[in-house]
């Protein structure tokens, strides 16, 4: 009766080797749970409670921090392994300040060094030209060069952080100032690009978009991202596998290009004249900036978290600023230029396709859960369910459309998880169901007993043979042919039923083992294959003739007033020695007692049917009677020695006609 462990059956599964359709597989389930809250409501509340845990624990992951952060990991690792496109091509480059530069120079470096860098750049021809450097307070003592060059060159862009108050240049004008703030994420990483913020002042621009607008003299950029021109899409508080992030102004993902492969020279080079060399600039966007690790000046990207080495791969504030620039000219360019490498930007789904995909996760979750019948096929469909989900997120990624995975992945997993708990559940309850069952029909001590003892008590999975003394109680419904003319068999086996809802609880409440049911009676021993005493045996089933004698009285009076045919019965009890064991085959055995014992049970209940006085008559043998205690105050009626069917030896028969407080037929002489 245990459930095999790859093995939970259930009977919505359909036919074994039946292949279910796809839809039938996510709506059975869905179904049957259904149909049975309707049915059995709190039967199914219970089975469904694994579910209700399940989703509970969705709705804590998805309010947990652990959600975005699990698919920002996942983000981080497939941009990591994902080839990026090379900025090599590309008309922007890099005047890096490195460690070098600033043990020649020191630090700060002096304006006139930079006025001298940004003169070689403009006369090399670059379009335009910022300094990634603050500078609202002069170094050195040429400080004004550098401000009346910003104030009079259209070509030259000046820096402010708007997150910390500090000023562009002094001079510049506000059409050519930019803030540089960079976005980062919760872990500090740098994956989203603010690329305008709408309703701000005319210095208040970002400088990417700054840098493009001087470098192609095309002022309308802004109107045009504002107005949907460029189509580039924008993020939203819950794109992607964010969660609530705040995506306030215009913002994308920030599609990174191969680190490190701008074309870059040192500061220490472009003022020594050995780089950049003629027309390498030409046409360029130079930004200036510190790559020196101990400015500090460096950031975590994608990049960073799964990078080899002792220590993390940062990336320079210019070269990031940098990116934004190639990634804004892209757009501009449109879709040519945006396909150089595949594609431009990356698209993060919007919130409303996350959630569906989470409900239907979920729903597949329950279906693969449900709808197999071995545990180990719907194993290996959740892994293989799992394992698309993981690699189609994984494609997607790769060419850059981003999705929410952690929820997915943990809603059909956890559905799964619960559906495999549920029927596990359901197999478990099967199991005490199957084992009440037999407890109604035989006795719930004894099949407890039986199965707690099972290694003892079988031999090659049979109960051997022994002899063992027992009372057997025999009954029969008097008249059973003549209502069932009357009833059709639906209505006559509930009525059947009726009188043996009480029988049998008579029996096994006192120990008795109901062993069959024969048709309209049954066979109960009391004594197999547990036993106290004979003589507790042979009480035990005239207290359970009694308990059905006083049970038929109060039934057969309540379907008389519900106009049912009436329900009288008669019983046979007799003691003796039996052989109790195993019997039938493999495919079906039951545990048999057979013998002389059982035999004169059978007839002293067949007994002379039409005499009978009473409506539960009880035949009991002189070999019972004398088991039982002399004291017990029993009203009995002699029917003296008589020879049973089947039988040469004649039995010393007695009626027992109740317990002496209760009323006794005025016809029935009693000893």
């Not at 009694?546 to 329900?567: H, K, N, Y």
């Amino acid at each position: 009766m245990a459930a095999n462990s790859s093995e939970l059956s259930d009977s919505e599964n359909g036919r074994p080797g039946q292949i279910p359709s796809p839809m039938a597989f996510v709506l059975r389930p869905l179904r049957s749970l259904v149909q049975g809250l309707r049915r059995k409501p709190r039967a199914h509340l219970k089975a469904a409670l694994p579910y209700g845990l399940a989703a509970g624990a969705l709705m804590a992951l998805h309010a947990s921090p652990i959600n975005q952060t699990l698919n920002l990991l996942f983000y981080d690792l497939i941009t990591g392994l994902r080839p990026a496109a090379s900025a090599r091509d590309l008309p922007i480059s890099l005047i890096s300040i490195d460690e070098q530069d600033i043990a020649r120079f020191g630090w700060p470096i002096n304006d006139a060094l930079l006025c001298n860098a940004i003169d070689r750049l403009l006369a090399g021809g670059a379009k335009a030209v910022t300094l990634d450097l603050y500078r609202d307070k002069g170094v050195g003592d040429q400080q004004q060069c550098l401000r009346n060059r910003f104030q009079r060159d259209p070509r030259l862009v000046s820096i402010f952080n708007a997150a910390e108050g500090i000023g562009a240049i002094p001079l510049t004008p506000p059409q050519r100032q930019a803030f540089n703030d960079l976005v980062t994420d919760d872990d500090g990483v740098v994956r989203r690009d603010l690329v305008h913020v709408s309703g701000q002042n005319s210095a208040t621009v970002a400088l990417p978009l700054r840098l493009v607008q001087v470098a192609t003299n095309d002022p309308s950029l802004p109107r045009r991202l504002e107005s949907g021109a460029l189509a580039i899409p924008w993020l939203e508080s819950e794109s992607g596998g964010y969660q609530g992030v705040d995506a306030a102004g215009f913002q994308q993902m920030l599609r990174y290009l191969q680190p490190g492969s701008f074309q870059r020279w040192s500061l220490r080079d472009l003022l020594a004249g050995t780089g950049p060399g003629p027309d390498q600039v030409r046409g360029d966007i130079v930004l200036i900036g510190s790559t020196a690790p101990s400015l500090r000046d460096l950031f975590p990207t994608p990049f960073s978290r799964f990078s080899q080495g002792s220590t993390p791969m940062l990336m320079p504030g210019v070269e990031i600023h940098a990116q934004r620039v190639a990634s804004l000219l892209d757009h501009r360019r449109g879709p040519s230029g945006a396909n150089r490498d595949g594609t431009a930007a990356i698209t993060a789904a919007p919130g409303w396709v996350d959630h569906a995909l989470d409900l239907l996760a979920a729903a597949v979750g329950i279906a693969l859960g449900e709808g197999f019948r071995s545990l180990r096929r719907s194993v290996l469909a959740v892994g293989a369910a799992l394992s698309v989900l993981l690699g189609t997120a994984v494609l997607l990624l790769v060419q850059h459309v981003w999705i929410g995975i952690s929820m997915p992945v943990a809603s059909l997993g956890l559905m799964a998880v619960a559906g495999w708990v549920r029927r596990g559940g359901s197999s478990q309850e099967q199991r005490q169901q199957i084992e009440r069952l037999l407890g109604q029909t035989t006795s719930p001590a004894v099949a407890e007993a039986l199965w707690a003892q099972r290694d003892q008590l079988l031999s090659d999975g049979r109960f051997e043979g022994r002899q063992l003394p027992v009372t057997v109680l025999f009954s029969d419904t008097r008249n059973f042919t003549t209502v069932s003319e009357q009833l059709s068999p639906r209505l006559l086996l509930d009525w059947l039923n009726r009188g043996m809802a009480h029988f049998v609880p008579a029996i096994t409440r006192r120990g008795g083992m109901v062993n069959k049911f024969t048709g309209d009676g049954l066979m109960a021993v009391f004594g197999a294959p547990l036993s106290s005493s004979v003589e507790a045996d042979a009480q035990a089933a005239i207290e359970a003739a009694l308990a059905i004698q006083a049970a038929v009285v109060e039934l057969d009076d309540q379907l008389a007033l519900e106009g049912q045919p009436r329900m009288h019965l008669r019983i046979g009890i007799h003691s003796g020695q039996v052989l109790a064991g195993s019997m039938g085959s493999s495919e079906r055995l039951e545990y048999a007692v057979i013998g002389d014992t059982v035999n004169c049970a059978s007839r002293l209940e067949s007994l002379d049917k039409e005499r009978q006085t009473n409506r539960c008559r009880v035949l009991v043998s002189s070999t019972t009677r004398e088991l039982l205690p002399a004291d017990l105050p029993l009203h009995w009626l002699s029917w003296g020695s008589m020879t049973v069917k089947g039988r040469q030896d004649p039995l010393l028969i007695w009626e027992l006609l109740g317990r002496r407080e209760e009323s006794i037929p005025k016809n029935a002489s009693t000893d």
